[in-house]
């Protein structure tokens, strides 16, 4: 007989993975937070009985805030229609008369301060003292806001 050649096992080569390739850029896709769940309702407690205010409160006065309108005697003179801040002017349109010397007080939303009044212009000339219905320039020491009020305090 013919001689039968034996095979051997073959060897089998490990395969190699492939390459691998740059996948493309993947959008990153936000998740919304998972609702945060709501915990049961406690059964409500019967409410304390309120404890007595202590004496020494009782007899405190309380604390009372200066009025916000015009004082007794006060006379409005007219309002504030333009501040100049770089020039620390407040532009007033009068309703009554007003002189040099003359102590103001400014009142609006935010402001309410008092000064003397020191200079009065008019088309940027001095004048001593202005009637009804002129729109003066006078110097003032803090920002006065459009649609103030400006009164006479007396004394």
Do not use: C, N
Request: proline letters at 8%; glycine letters at 8%; a positive charge.
């Amino acid at each position: 007989m013919a001689a039968v050649k034996k095979k051997g096992k073959a060897k089998v080569k490990a395969k190699k993975a492939p390459a691998k390739k740059k996948s493309p850029v993947k959008k990153k896709v936000l998740k919304k937070a998972p609702a945060a769940k709501k915990k049961a309702a406690a059964p409500k407690k019967a409410a304390a009985p309120k404890k007595a205010a202590p004496r020494a409160a009782a007899r405190a006065k309380p604390v009372v805030a200066p009025p916000r309108g015009p004082l007794p005697g006060e006379v409005r003179v007219g309002i504030v229609t333009h501040y100049y801040g770089h020039l620390s002017v407040a532009a007033v349109r009068l309703d009554v008369a007003l002189k040099v010397g003359d102590t103001i007080r400014v009142l609006g939303h935010t402001s309410d301060f008092r000064q003397k009044v020191d200079s009065i212009q008019i088309e940027h000339e001095q004048v001593p003292e202005a009637i009804g219905g002129d729109e003066i320039g006078i110097k003032v020491a803090q920002h006065a806001r459009e649609h103030d009020v400006v009164y006479r305090i007396p004394g």
